[in-house]
């Protein structure tokens, strides 16, 4: 084994394999090993240009000697070595003499340190186990490898972040997460440990993290090195702005997107969708945004409006702009083999392929192929028939839907992008999806950019995303899901996060428990990045099917209005809709502050107060901003709930303006009108509902 400098990077080699360790950004080091002769040059998510730094790199002879062997054996390995620290700013590494890698902060207590159980080396733990902490092990026949890295667990330690997951833990401390996008999964694999430490997995490979008690484990199937970015903070802010730094920060929010979206499954033509946002202005309630769902077209893959039920547009989206609404359409990646483009992406190689079989990955409403988001060219292709149909009508927001893909089945060892085998890239889809949208919207000259996206990667909030957590089912129990799983995608850096209102799955508006959990979802909404109603709400199958040149058009859902509800739960209702206008100027400065910074809009409650030992353990609730605390009624019948005021300031209750002292739990009435807010000492807000 050797190790050596090469400007500031230090380089570990050993055999075939090559280890840089390199300072990236503030705080920071980026790993990277490979056993080929050449390091693989994709950046995938580290592509920012982060800011120089002052590295201090020291060497120091070390006795390695075992004291297992004494006698003649001694002489044997009684031996000096040489032990490599580089320190970055408040981060430290630290190379021993056998070459593995421990993690200090600037006050010298362990962050992480590399998990190693082989007796072939001269090391404390002396076990026979024969496991290494950086494992590529090559896949016969071929130039990959399959990758697993391990570090020690911590007894002490949480972890939040890694995207979106449905389950009901905040703290990822034991779990095992699949790192591949579903519908309604979004692996986003930065996590921020409790320890004071952020970790990056930059590989967008099919994989797993395992966070266990006795390792943590990050494993990749098939790829072609190991990539991976650690930072250290005196606070969570301080981590999730050197981590935004190295894969790039949000935009800032435009003004639309703070308001209010109406939206269902689906508005079946222009005078329904018009007929909405008239009645809405007509009453005086507050809407920003409304959504043309899928299905609009005239077929999967043609990108434009069937000109049956949309027959003027331009004229829609003008009376729209008028009412001080923005039009917002949905474009699916995926291509139906009867469409217009079909045969020429085809030919031109912009389809997703399949190693074997057939091509088709989804059969919905037609046989359909997804374009190849990764693909420069593709990207460009689909964006210059939005621009031809959708953008010269008007049209400035679109919904990117199906961003995973979403492939049926999930057979990723038979896909193959432009950018590589699915294995080793598929996470990567959902940001070339949005890049491409970008950048056709910004060659345009466009400035107030925002795609809402059902899946996101490292990187895409540089796009402008809106992410939303999918196909979610209504119920309590899913909206507590949606809860963490909002929280993780903001820590993991995607700001912009929303769900559908009420769930997207089995919500009948008929049903009084439904219209419970429609107004508990729709109190939370008000006080998530993005306010946004969306659902199917059955029985939507019940209405007539439709043909366009013999072309089976999707049915709507039933009505998904605030006044669709009765007339008791339409005061509530609209009494959230006038709380989210007033609070439109705080919001305002909390998205400015997430573009300057990185900082997550809605966070959990350890971010800031992160010296509190209780927030760190708290998942029930959340704040918004710095300054407003969430509490969320999740539960069927709940009509109070205990709530966390985090010590060091002093609390008011927005319903009963009750001040209380931080540092306790309180019971917070919850009547069916009241979501529990507290509001920190000292700052005012027109939120008292």
């Excluded at 057979?411 to 999806?433: E, K, M, S, W």
């Excluded at 089912?473 to 559908?500: K, Y």
Aim: net charge negative.
């Amino acid at each position: 084994m050797r190790v050596y400098t090469q400007g500031k990077r230090l380089i570990i080699a050993e055999g075939k394999y090559t280890l840089w360790l390199d300072p990236w950004g503030r705080n920071s080091f980026r790993v990277r090993m490979t056993g080929a002769p050449r390091m693989d040059g994709n950046d995938w998510a580290l592509t920012e240009e982060v800011e120089e730094t002052d590295v201090e790199i020291t060497v120091e002879e070390a006795d390695t000697t075992d004291p297992w062997y004494k006698g003649d054996e001694y002489r044997q390995y009684h031996r000096k070595g040489k032990v490599y620290t580089v320190k970055n700013g408040k981060i430290t590494a630290r190379i021993n003499t056998e070459g593995w890698i421990s993690y200090y902060n600037q006050k010298g207590e362990l962050l992480t340190e590399e998990y190693w159980r082989n007796r072939n080396r001269i090391n404390r733990y002396c076990v026979p186990l024969r496991v290494d902490a950086r494992e590529l092990k090559p896949i016969p026949g071929s130039t990959d490898y399959e990758l697993t890295m391990r570090f020690e667990a911590f007894e002490d330690e949480k972890i939040f972040g890694m995207g979106q997951y449905q389950e009901k833990c905040l703290n990822k401390k034991g779990a095992t997460l699949e790192l591949a996008h579903r519908n309604s999964q979004a692996s986003v694999p930065f996590m921020i440990s409790s320890r004071g430490y952020g970790f990056f997995w930059n590989n967008p490979a099919i994989g797993t993290a395992t966070f266990a008690t006795n390792k943590t484990e990050w494993y990749a199937k098939s790829t072609k090195k190991l990539d991976y970015f650690i930072t250290a903070g005196d606070t969570p802010f301080e981590i999730e702005e050197q981590y935004s730094a190295a894969t790039g920060r949000t935009p800032m929010m435009p003004e639309f997107g703070m308001g209010y979206w109406q939206c269902k499954l689906r508005y079946r033509n222009q005078e329904e969708i018009l007929a909405v946002a008239r009645e809405h202005k007509r009453r005086g309630l507050p809407m920003d945004a409304i959504v043309v769902d899928f299905f609009h077209w005239t077929m999967q893959g043609e990108f434009k409006f069937e000109p049956r039920d949309w027959p003027d547009p331009e004229g829609m989206v003008r009376e729209l702009k008028e009412l001080g609404i923005e039009t917002v359409v949905s474009v699916w990646p995926t291509i139906d083999e009867r469409s217009e483009n079909f045969g020429e992406m085809n030919d031109k190689g912009y389809l997703v392929s399949p190693d074997r079989g057939m091509a088709y990955h989804m059969s919905w409403m037609g046989n359909t192929v997804f374009y190849d988001a990764t693909h420069p060219e593709a990207q460009r292709f689909v964006w210059d028939k939005c621009r031809e149909n959708y953008y010269k009508k008007g049209i400035r927001c679109f919904w990117l839907d199906e961003a995973e893909p979403e492939y049926g089945p999930y057979d990723f060892d038979n896909y193959r992008y432009y950018a590589g085998p699915a294995l080793q890239c598929t996470n990567i889809y959902p940001v070339g999806y949005a890049k491409g949208f970008y950048d056709g919207l910004k060659a345009e000259g466009e400035t107030d950019i925002l795609s809402l996206v059902r899946c996101a990667w490292a990187g895409s909030q540089k796009y402008g995303v809106l992410t939303w957590s999918g196909d979610v089912h209504s119920s309590f129990r899913s909206m507590r899901e949606q809860l963490q799983a909002g929280l993780n995608m903001c820590v993991a850096g995607i700001p912009w996060w929303t769900s559908d209102i009420g769930g997207f799955l089995g919500g009948d508006i008929k049903d009084e428990k439904f219209k419970e959990l429609l107004v508990r979802w729709f109190e939370w909404g008000a006080f998530c990045p993005v306010f946004r109603m969306h659902g199917e709400r059955s029985p939507w199958y019940e209405r007539e099917q439709e043909f366009i040149n013999n072309v089976r058009q999707l049915t709507s859902g039933q009505d998904n209005e605030v006044w669709s509800f009765g007339e008791d739960n339409y005061e509530i209702l609209t009494r959230y809709l006038f709380i989210r206008e007033r609070l439109r100027p705080y919001i305002r400065e909390c998205m400015r502050e997430a573009s300057r910074t990185g900082a997550p809009v809605m966070r959990p409650l350890f971010f800031d107060f992160s010296e509190d030992k209780r927030a760190w353990e708290i998942e029930d609730s959340y704040m918004f901003g710095p300054d407003i605390l969430v509490a969320p009624v999740m539960e069927e019948g709940m009509r109070k709930r205990r709530v966390y005021l985090p010590e060091g300031c002093k609390w008011t209750n927005a319903y009963t303006r009750e001040v209380c002292e931080g540092g306790q739990e309180v019971t917070a009435l919850a009547p069916i009108d009241i979501i529990p807010i507290f509001v920190r000492e000292g700052r005012e807000y027109e939120i008292y509902i």
